[in-house]
């Protein structure tokens, strides 16, 4: 199994990605940056693989690296700086949960199918009903069906909901792992960085109906 860290990033944000970037770098592991615009050069010069594609929204950090023959992707967000560690855990903990979608934060649903009520997971090892890709995930292509290259067209400003939606019509379980001891995920502290979270929450629940609960 040889990995890749795959992450996307839109141009309001590429000017100031560049700590996010090393802290992938040190991870071990080859870092694609799949993007449909030109970035900086010191972008280009960091070390990591920068990739020209289609623009699928935010779910590009996984589907051109699957269209690129990868079998084992590890996503990131562009927005987080990740502790050294991190990839490895990911790694080691699908060693012991194959079969699975290995995370570090997820969602369960309580009371109703509102995304508004669901219960955030983290820190903790426990089988969730989302993932919520933000602290990272790994993914294995052998999980997916090719569905999944049009079912984000469906909704393609959330692709947590496209993803979780999508492993759930196949019954693929979705676990939830504790980070590694000392391994630290911390915000940008950039306040020009808005979460996406923060503009797709109000329409969560129509995704939800369309791409989950279906």
């Known amino acids: 199994m040889t990995p890749i860290i795959s992450l996307t990033t839109i141009p309001q944000r ?10 992938l770098l040190v991870q071990g592991y080859p870092v694609y940056l799949w993007v449909s615009f030109q970035v900086p050069q010191s972008v280009l010069d960091s070390g990591a693989k920068v990739m020209r594609v289609k623009d699928c929204g935010p779910i590009t950090k996984l589907l051109p690296a699957f269209e690129n023959g990868f079998k084992t992707v590890i996503t990131a967000d562009d927005d987080h700086i990740y502790g050294q560690g991190w990839a490895q855990g990911l790694l080691d903990w699908y060693d012991r949960l194959s079969g699975t979608v290995v995370c570090y934060r997820g969602r369960v ?6 995304y508004s ?6 820190g903790e090892r426990a089988q969730v009903d989302m993932v919520t890709g933000v602290c990272g995930a790994l993914y294995q292509r052998d999980l997916f069906s090719n569905q999944i ?9 959330a692709d947590d909901i496209v993803i979780s939606g999508h492993l759930k019509s196949r019954d693929i379980p979705i676990n939830v792992v504790p980070l590694p001891k000392g391994c630290g995920i911390e915000r940008l502290p950039s306040a020009h960085i808005k979460p996406l979270s923060a503009t797709n929450r109000i329409t969560n629940d129509v995704g939800l109906a369309r791409m989950y609960w279906k």
């Open 117 to 122: 009520d669901t219960r955030v997971i983290y």
């Open 14 to 23: 590429i000017e100031h990605i560049m700590p996010c970037l090393d802290s």
């Open 149 to 157: 290259f049009t079912a984000w067209e469906e909704w393609p400003c």
């Open 109 to 114: 649903f309580t009371t109703t199918k509102r």
